[in-house]
Every structure is written in structure tokens, then in C-alpha cells.
């Protein structure tokens, strides 16, 4: 059974940092392409960004460009979104995502304030 759980969420200050950590099991992530997606209150489910099996193409949304990071750990099978110089508009629920099974996990909540 596919099952992802995401991590890492909390407050932060703007400018902060903070690392979310999405475990799977079930399932050889390093196998699979995985994502990064979010929300915020009122708006669409975005994608942040995202990472292939090899590990050697990663891309990201224009607005965490230069903030943000997509990494794997084969070793823990866990995939991680580091997220720095943090801004209010990144609040929001992030949700890992395994695209070949269509799995979500339930999400952490990431809330910046100024």
C-alpha cells in the first residue's frame, strides 16, 4: 500500500527556514518521479516543485526559485522540500505527491509570518 507522510511544517518568521520531509513507503521513491505541491486558503493546489527517479532533473515553480530545494535520501526513502528566506505568500499546506501511483499524502502546514 502507497502511503506518504509528510513532515516539517510549522510557524516561522519571514526570512526563516524550514525543511519538510515527505516519508513513503509502500513503494522504491528513488524509482519514481515525486513532487512538491501546495495551497493556500482560497486558491488551486500549485505545483513547488519536482524531482525525477535519476535525481538529475529538478524543477520549480518561478515563485521558490532560488529559495527552495527538492532532495532525496534513498537510504530513509524520504524525499525533502528545503525552503529558505521564507515569505508570507508560501503559507499554505504542502502535500507530497507520488504521480505514477496518484498518491497524496494529508499534507504539514507551513504558516510565515511578517
Known amino acids: 500500500q502507497v502511503q506518504l507522510v509528510e513532515s516539517g511544517g510549522g510557524l516561522v518568521q519571514a526570512g526563516g527556514s524550514l525543511r519538510l520531509s515527505c516519508a513513503a513507503s509502500g513503494f522504491t521513491l528513488s524509482s519514481y518521479d515525486m513532487s512538491w505541491y501546495r495551497q493556500a486558503p482560497g486558491k488551486e493546489r500549485e505545483l513547488v516543485a519536482s524531482l525525477t527517479s535519476t535525481g538529475a532533473g529538478t524543477t520549480y515553480a518561478d515563485s521558490v526559485k532560488g529559495r527552495f530545494t527538492i532532495s532525496r535520501d534513498n537510504v530513509k526513502n524520504t524525499v525533502y522540500l528545503q525552503m529558505n528566506s521564507l515569505k508570507p505568500e508560501d503559507t499554505a499546506v504542502y502535500y507530497c505527491?507520488?504521480?505514477?501511483?496518484?498518491?497524496w499524502g494529508r499534507g504539514t502546514q507551513v504558516t510565515v509570518s511578517s
Open positions: 505527491y507520488a504521480r505514477w501511483f496518484g498518491s
